[in-house]
């Protein structure tokens, strides 16, 4: 396949301002405003990010405290990985096979634990503002990345929180699909022995009767409605959709590598998504919130499930060369209390929380930032969810610091105040 | 108006004063900055101005570089306890340019926020000349009453090109003083007005707000800036020829003419039917219907068929789906108590139905949401009988929910326990809040609101409106309950036939509330209503607040509900969003959202009269055909705007056009049209796929973001290709149709006036016909057609 890259240029600048509605002065005056904007590196093509919604115990999981008191430490015990001197919990075996290509960033923090507001926040990189809904990084990747055409830019699996397009406007909205699907869902294909010329047929006496609406053409629904219309039409001509959701298709070995878990059919669903030219794939997991009964709940479901499909996931996108242009990032909206509760659970603590990245350019085998001894606070690389979003952008070739435009009229940043961690990158 | 008439004349007579005192006589003449700097009036405005006290710089929990002020400014006196700090030497008194306060903004010293602006700026003179004051503190004497825009509307033409407006803050103790130079000045639209600091230039033709923010104040100035190209020059006639219907088309005529934009002609007979169909009852007109209006000759057959459509059940039917968005009817409470979702949702939605269909007075149906307790005042007995016969219903849905729909007050919208049995009265007041004043305080839960007058205690007092609120059992019916069982053991004891005593969870009101505290004072706030005087703490204190809400000369409740009408009908609030209303966020037709609140409060509430007010006018009968100056407008109702199907309507519309149904919802006793299905959830794997793809609301939040109908990837996809389409349209009304053996022509019109609800013009109808000549398979032909049909943009939207 064909890969273009973009180096960021005031040409590219200037069309991603008219792409927005930028008058020329306007824009001008943001490019006076905005940081320098010169990429060195490749940027990444795409992202694929696995959602664990409820906020994980990223203590248990990343960033384990063993010397800490029973009551901090928990159950699990740290194990060694392939990055020497680095050790993460003992129930993610195959990750630790794998950190030698990934990033561990041990000093995420803000200051919201509530799911909803804090979702919002890293899945944005905005403080959350009942004025405004802020767009998800999928639907801003959606928006100012080129498009492959024949698939949708940006899909999700399971509804994860604050995926949507915000301001953007729903034509840069999530293709969302059920992450328990068991079947190709309707909807998404014509079947794999369409009539195609049947098909063609009925499109073409379609536009035919389309015509006569353009007199309402100058509607902002009108005319959004007919570039879906083209879009649509190439996507089921392609059935790239439903090739990359039918893992039937793909080998045992391959299936068994990712697990029979939904999270595990779904990554590997996301792998091939992104193969066919999706630009970003939300996989969302649910059942993070452990409130009651953590340590139970992670051994035996959630960490076997995360480990297993995680780690097939970066593998097979580094086997197949695409692990340099895809993002994987793993995380949720907060991390937990190092403070085991009453109930063997732990609560919701934003002020420290750990995630992993791999590929995209990022370090392989490095570990960013740190918490004190008992995983309290940050002490060292702190980041904010609006410097995790500013860095994936970076990554991707889109400036954070770019303007873009609120229904309202609003100008807008696409990230306000993050900051691009250029330690993380290779 | 007056007031800020008097304050205009106030500001031009005193044209380049800054202070000016309302109390004294003749004011008195000052150089600027005023006579004495301020710190509430002049330094810690020009702290929020300069964006120091944002939540990524001093605002921050923590502060930035050991200095730390409140967030946008809410506390002034830490804030001056901060600066003041002896510690801290950002104040030197002996020699004012030392100090921090003015080196560290004008990056005169390490400054981790960079440059915000020059020493010797307004900003920089106003800080040091504070400081060589002697950099005091008058507690209070920055107090606002109110922030305006003087002038607050303004036409920038070629012959004007900009204008500096004057930002006046009437405080407290009643003066008044210019603040423009403490403000910070925002454009909603740069394409149309462009700001340099505190002037506003003419950018391109259209209308926007400017909106000044004074120390998180915000005040709006209206920039009308028309349209100059010659097309207006023909546009003088079609004004001339325009015939006003009602009050909204002066209105809305009046600026079109000041903005130099044309209206749309009237629309015609076929346009207003489908049209008019689709937005009060949510389904297409059938064909025979539309022959039989374009025939009738009646002059007044727009206004009938209104009325007809406003009293058909399915208009009642679609505002209780309204209104079931409104106010979250699918939210339980993160901890499910009795209620099944089915039963609950089909209950809510049965109860505004009723109202709706009875035409029940709006301010009426509020206070019986508002003011809802489960016994309604009965004994528990009799209460106890009643849940007894609904449990009895309860295999019959309908009957279950209709049984509802008999009470006077809907108590479910209370019943929403987070954990056990505890309310989260702080999202309810947030949602009474949202659905009924179109405010929305979340911010304000936490901090001050960033742009807007709300404050933490204005949020926890209205909060406190509703911490009586209470679900499980009163006392009263505790020891009520106790009784009973008692009965029942005596009775079983005495081997009599004894009935079970249903489960009982009630709303009530206790006596007992828990009060939140002020959020600096640490004493129990008075429950008061949003910017209105506290209310008696005893009694039920939500009717103390009904009367308040729906209290005529409450403004915000008509006006709330006039805009969510005016959005349902035209696709776009007066406000925009519905449910932000806020100084920051002015309407665009002020006087038309007055008018509209003031008609409808004269009518008593009456919902119908309004909708048909807004329905009759000639603003919402013009074609959605653009002329050429109005079609990139989208806030000044110059033509009808083009409105996605909501979701249900589309399900509607693919069954009448195909003459073939989705099937029934779970437990329904007979299939129902979509648009009055009562539950989120169907249980019918067709509908429910078709309502998530084309994004029927989830009815949880409040918020009106989930009022999202435009169109996506997904639902065109579906479209083209869900395979039941179709089948549907193959084996569905279209065999019977054939089976009459139509002509080709008539075969053609019948399609297009079942899909399209129009008559094919020449080309199409020729189209048509080429394609039925081209085959001997009738059926298939036929079915390519509908299929086509149905898959235009003219088909998944109204128009």
């Known amino acids: 396949m064909q890969r273009k890259q973009s180096t960021y240029t005031r040409r590219n600048f200037l069309q991603v301002g008219s792409m927005l509605g930028l008058s020329l002065p306007m824009l001008l005056r943001a490019k006076a405003t905005a940081a320098p904007t010169v990429m060195n590196n490749v940027p990444a093509r795409n992202m694929i990010l696995v959602w664990l ?59 919201i634990p509530a799911h909803g507001p804090g979702s919002q926040y890293v899945m944005t990189g905005h403080v ?28 999700t699996f399971g509804n994860p929180p604050s995926s949507g397009a915000g301001y953007l406007g729903s034509a840069w909205s999530a293709f969302e699909l059920d992450a328990t699907m068991r079947e190709i869902p309707r909807g998404v294909s014509l079947g794999a022995d369409a009539d195609m010329a049947a098909f063609d047929k009925r499109v073409k006496l379609r536009n035919v009767f389309d015509r006569r609406f353009d007199t309402r053409n100058a509607d902002r629904i009108a005319r959004g409605l007919d570039a879906f219309q083209q879009q649509a039409v190439d996507v089921l001509r392609r059935d790239s959709v439903r090739r990359a959701l039918d893992i039937e298709s793909a080998s045992d070995e391959e299936k068994k590598s990712y697990g029979a878990s939904n999270l595990g059919m779904n990554s590997l669903r996301a792998r091939r998504l992104v193969e066919s030219g999706v630009r970003y794939v939300t996989v969302g997991m649910e059942g993070w919130d452990t409130h009651v009964n953590n340590f139970n709940t992670l051994r035996n479901t959630l960490l076997p499930r995360l480990d297993k499909a995680l780690a097939a996931l970066i593998v097979d996108l580094d086997c197949r060369g695409m692990l340099d242009e895809t993002i994987v990032c793993c995380c949720g909206e907060f991390g937990r209390t190092p403070q085991i509760n009453g109930t063997a659970g732990r609560d919701h603590w934003s002020s420290a929380m750990s995630l992993l990245v791999a590929g995209g350019g990022f370090k392989a085998g490095f570990v960013h930032g740190a918490t004190d001894k008992f995983g309290n606070a940050v002490i060292e690389g702190a980041m904010s969810p609006a410097d995790l979003a500013a860095t994936f952008l970076w990554r991707l070739g889109i400036d954070p610091a770019a303007i873009t435009r609120t229904p309202s009229g609003r100008t807008m940043p696409i990230i306000r105040d993050g900051i691009v961690v250029s330690e993380l990158f290779a | ?58 605002g921050s929990a923590e502060g930035k570089g050991g200095f730390k002020l409140s967030l946008f400014g809410f506390d002034m006196t830490a804030d001056y306890a901060a600066i003041t700090d002896v510690n801290g030497s950002r104040i030197d008194l002996s020699e004012p340019d030392l100090s921090l306060l003015l080196l560290k903004p004008a990056l005169q010293t390490d400054h981790g926020g960079g440059k915000r602006f020059s020493e010797d700026s307004v900003a920089g003179r106003t800080i040091r000349r504070w400081i060589a004051e002697g950099a005091e503190h008058r507690p209070g004497s920055g107090t606002l009453r109110s922030v305006e825009c003087v002038p607050n509307r303004t036409i920038l033409s070629p012959d004007k090109l900009e204008i500096r407006p004057k930002v006046i803050a009437t405080f407290a103790d009643g003066t008044h003083e210019d603040v423009t130079e403490y403000c910070e000045f925002r454009s909603q639209d740069e394409t149309v007005a462009s700001l340099d600091e505190a002037v506003i230039r003419r950018a391109g033709p259209g209308d926007t707000h400017v909106i000044a923010v004074y120390r998180g104040y915000p005040a709006g100035m209206a920039v009308l800036s028309p349209n100059t190209d010659e097309a207006t020059a023909d546009g003088t006639s079609l004004f001339a020829q325009y015939r006003a219907n009602n009050q909204i088309d002066h209105l809305i005529v009046q600026k079109l003419q000041i903005l130099g934009i044309e209206p749309s002609p009237l629309a015609d007979d076929v346009e207003f039917l489908r049209r008019v169909s689709l937005a009060a009852i949510g389904q297409l007109p059938a064909p025979a219907e539309i022959r039989q209006f374009v025939a009738d000759t009646d002059q007044d057959k727009w206004a009938r068929k209104i009325d007809t459509l406003l009293s058909h059940p399915l208009h009642a039917a679609l505002w209780a789906t309204r209104m079931c968005e409104i106010t979250g009817s699918r939210d339980l409470g993160s901890a499910r108590m009795r209620d099944s979702d089915n039963q609950r949702e089909w209950s809510w939605h049965a109860w ?42 309860s295999d019959d849905i309908d009957a279950l929910s209709e049984h509802y729909a008999e009470r006077r007050t809907l108590d479910l919208f209370w019943r929403r326990p987070k954990v056990n049995e505890d309310l989260d009265v702080e999202e309810l007041a947030e949602r009474v809040s949202a659905a009924f004043l179109g405010v929305r305080i979340e911010c304000a839960k936490c901090h001050k609101h960033p742009f807007d007058r709300w404050t933490q205690d204005d949020h926890r007092s209205l909060t406190n409106v509703f911490t009586q609120v209470k679900l499980g059992l009163s006392p009263r019916s505790r020891s009520a309950m106790v009784d009973l069982l008692k009965d029942q053991r005596e009775a079983r004891r005495k081997g009599l036939p004894t009935e079970t005593i249903p489960a009982v969870q009630e709303v009530f009101i206790s006596t007992s509330p828990h009060d939140k505290l002020g959020a600096s004072s640490q004493t129990k706030l008075a429950p008061r209503p949003l910017g209105a005087q506290p209310i008696p703490r005893q009694g039920d204190r939500r009717e103390a607040f009904a009367v308040w809400l729906t209290d005529t000369a409450n403004p915000m409740f008509a006006r709330n509900f006039v805009n969510r009408v005016w959005q349902w009908y035209f696709g776009r609030g007066l406000v925009e969003p519905v449910d932000a209303f806020s100084a920051a966020n002015p309407p665009s037709h002020p006087k038309l959202l007055d008018t ?24 919402w009968q013009q074609s959605s055909i653009s002329t050429k100056t109005n079609a990139s407008d989208e806030r000044n109702f110059a033509r009808a705007y083009v409105i996605p199907l909501r979701a249900e309507s589309l399900v509607d519309a693919v069954q009448s056009a195909t003459g073939s149904s989705f099937g029934k919802v779970e437990l329904a006793r007979q299939e129902l049209p979509a648009v009055a299905i009562p539950v989120g959830r169907t249980g019918n794997p067709q509908l429910d796929t078709w309502f998530s793809a084309f994004q029927r609301p989830e009815r949880k939040l409040t918020c009106d973001c989930e009022q999202n109908f435009e169109p996506t990837l997904r639902q065109t996809m579906l479209l083209l290709s869900d395979p039941d389409m179709l089948a549907r349209i193959r084996e569905g009304s279209l065999v019977d149709m054939l089976a009459q053996d139509p002509s080709n022509e008539e075969l053609v019109e019948e399609l297009f006036l079942r899909s399209l609800s129009r008559w094919p013009d020449k080309r199409e109808c020729l189209e048509a016909m080429n394609v039925l000549d081209s085959t001997g398979d009738r059926l298939a032909a036929a079915a390519d057609l509908l299929w086509s049909l149905m898959n235009t943009r003219e088909f998944v939207t109204n128009h």
């Open chain 2, 596 to 619: 509209l609140a003031d008609e409808f409060i004269r009518s008593g509430f009456d919902v119908r009269r309004l909708e048909r007010m807004i329905l009759t006018s000639r603003t």
């Open chain 1, 128 to 155: 959350p503002s009942a004025a405004l809904e802020y767009p998800s990084l999928g639907s801003v990747t959606a928006r100012m990345l080129e498009p492959v055409g024949g698939v949708p830019p940006y899909v």
């Open chain 2, 1 to 58: 108006m007056g007031r800020i008439a008097r304050l205009l004349v106030f500001a031009s007579c005193f044209a380049g004063l800054t202070t000016v005192r309302a109390a004294g006589p003749s004011p008195t003449r000052l150089d600027w900055p005023a006579e004495h700097v301020d710190f509430e009036r002049h330094v810690a405005p020009l702290l929020s101005r300069y964006g120091c006290n944002v939540g990524s710089c001093h």
């Open chain 2, 352 to 393: 505004f139905r009723k109202r709706f269909a009875d035409n029940v007075p709006y301010d009426e149906m509020v206070r019986d949401i508002l003011c809802a307790t489960t016994l309604e005042g009965r004994e528990f007995s009799d209460y106890v009988d009643c849940a007894a016969q609904a449990d009895e219903l």
């Open chain 1, 53 to 111: 919604g409820g906020g994980p115990a990223t203590i248990d999981m990343w960033d384990p405290k063993p010397d800490a008191p029973d009551a901090i430490r928990g159950e699990f015990a740290p194990t060694s990985t392939s990055v020497s001197g680095l050790q993460i919990c003992e129930h993610l075996p195959e990750m630790a096979q794998v950190t030698h290509k990934c990033t561990l960033i041990r000093s995420l923090q803000h200051s």
